[in-house]
């Protein structure tokens, strides 16, 4: 992965994310598109939106995955918060990456972390 640049436009991220997800040859322009709406996108509800598109349609094995929960606990990182579909979404990849590294990659722990070092999880709906 190269560095990343700033978004295309986020109908160009979404086009390379879901040609991605269909094709793994293209997860490298994918994955500079999904860190840089994470890095850079001020829209958080969008760069969640790609994470979870990401992480929750990736095939077992792709590096996709690891790298939709890292770029969680960026959007977390620059937002201190995050949605509970994404905070659950971030967990799971993190407890697939802790189980079975082959399935996801580390990165989503770093994401899990970076989440819980930067946000709080919402008490007021207990």
Not at 80 to 86: G, I, K, Q, T
């Amino acid at each position: 992965m190269t560095a990343s640049p700033p978004s295309p436009g986020r109908a160009a991220v979404l086009d390379l994310i879901r040609a991605a997800l269909a094709d793994p040859t293209q997860e490298p322009a994918a994955a500079d598109a999904l860190v840089g709406i994470a890095l850079y996108d001020d829209d958080q509800v969008f760069a969640e939106r790609c994470c979870i598109e990401v992480g929750s349609q990736a095939a077992s094995g792709s590096q996709m995955l690891g790298l939709a929960g890292l770029c969680l606990g960026h959007v977390a990182r620059r937002f201190r918060h995050v949605s509970d579909d994404a905070r659950a979404l971030a967990e799971s990849l993190a407890a697939r990456a802790t189980a079975d590294p082959s399935d996801v990659d580390t990165r989503a722990i770093d994401g899990l972390d970076d989440l819980h070092q930067f946000t709080q999880p919402d008490i007021t709906s207990r």
